[in-house]
């Protein structure tokens, strides 16, 4: 059990074992509280499989993962609504690649060698430590998945996008203001769990989080006036939107985990980098992949939503043509697909994009070096790797 239950919650945590039961079997499974719905959890294997590092992740983080769903489902589950249980075992059955609590979990086992571990022991004892990882960095993972997957619902609604993850979205089938508010309700449910954790130093870190989120979208929506900051704007955003959840979910772990002020320093840049890398791949992939299924969403969709990202940003920088279309927020019919022609085929915005993702990636890797050699650092560098060529 990797958070406490209270006594009330007895029941549910029997029906939470026969959940994880038919849902690692893969069979179907009537949900709580509801006799007219049947939902099919996605297997442990099918996770497993969409960790395309899984080869390099150790059994113990598989395991984890495997059952991390399922507590957050248990977790925001209520008796009292079954639309809103219906929601989230939708949602978080669909699963995603899993990054952030995986990352959490990595990095809580590692901070957790380095601190106890003397130089000769802690590259053949770092695993005893990710065994030895606590209730509340477990919970910073759940939370971690919780406020990412709130603000994809979030951003469905701004984005009035109506499939992610190839399903349809919450804001397609039940309206924005159900979307809107399930969103919400992730999120409180994430900081009822924060709150458990009971230390005023983590949950500062964690909120801060959220504070990002929504500066990051205003951010966004008020990007273009000053063409000299177009750039930085852009960082900054990405920064806030996504950056933030990475370096700030890891910074709480490595706090948890009495880490020294220096190490709580490094794991803080290396989830800027990844994160800020993160960010930079999701917008290469949208600008260049013509297939939606294997991204999981419609593609090339932010250059409609006058949204402009490192690609179009380099190659504005040689066509002023793109710099013009910018001013007027691609309103002109034709503007989306000529900006697509010179991005792609006139300029080397997307060369200059991979280059940047490749250093953000190189230098995520070199915040690592002070920790052990060991299997948990391995997976961390390989997911760095991973995560910058990835194509979905």
Request: glycine share 4%.
């Amino acid at each position: 059990m990797w958070f406490e239950i209270p006594n009330s919650c007895v029941l549910r945590s029997c029906v939470r074992n026969l959940f994880r039961f038919y849902r690692d079997l893969n069979f179907t499974l009537p949900l709580r509280n509801s006799s007219h719905h049947c939902h099919t959890f996605q297997s442990a294997n099918n996770t497993s499989e969409r960790l395309y590092f899984h080869k390099l992740l150790p059994n113990q983080i598989v395991d984890k993962i495997r059952h991390l769903q399922a507590d957050i489902y248990d977790f925001c589950a209520t008796s009292s609504n079954k639309e809103v249980n219906s929601l989230l075992f939708r949602t978080f059955s669909t699963g995603g690649k899993m990054i952030r609590p995986i990352l959490v979990l990595l990095m809580s086992g590692l901070c957790n060698a380095l601190k106890n571990q003397t130089n000769s022991t802690r590259a053949n004892k770092c695993l005893i430590y990710f065994s030895c990882i606590t209730d509340a960095q477990y919970k910073i993972a759940m939370i971690a998945e919780m406020i990412h997957t709130a603000s994809l619902v979030h951003d469905d609604v701004v984005d009035d996008s109506d499939r992610r993850r190839n399903i349809p979205t919450v804001n397609a089938t039940h309206g924005y203001k159900t979307a809107t508010f399930f969103g919400d309700i992730i999120l409180a449910k994430a900081t009822i769990l924060l709150t458990s954790i009971n230390n005023a130093e983590v949950i500062s870190i964690v909120s801060k989080i959220l504070d990002d989120l929504v500066k990051g979208e205003l951010i966004q929506m008020e990007s273009g006036s000053d063409e000299s900051r177009l750039f930085s704007e852009y960082l900054a955003k990405c920064y806030k939107k996504t950056g933030s959840l990475f370096s700030n979910s890891l910074k709480a772990a490595a706090v948890l985990a009495n880490c020294s002020e220096l190490c709580v320093k490094n794991v803080y840049q290396f989830g800027r980098n990844f994160g800020l890398m993160f960010q930079l791949v999701d917008d290469l992939l949208d600008f260049c992949s013509v297939d939606s299924t294997t991204l999981g969403k419609p593609s090339r969709v932010d250059l409609q939503l006058g949204i402009v990202t490192a690609p179009v940003l380099f190659a504005a920088g040689q066509k002023l043509e793109i710099v013009k279309m910018i001013r007027r927020k691609f309103s002109r019919p034709t503007d989306v697909s000529r900006c697509m022609e010179l991005v792609l085929n006139e300029s080397d915005g997307i060369f200059r994009t991979r280059q940047l993702i490749e250093q953000f990636a190189d230098q995520a890797v070199r915040c690592l070096n002070d920790f052990p050699n060991c299997q948990l650092k391995l997976a961390l560098q390989q997911l760095c790797k991973d995560c910058a060529t990835r194509k979905a």
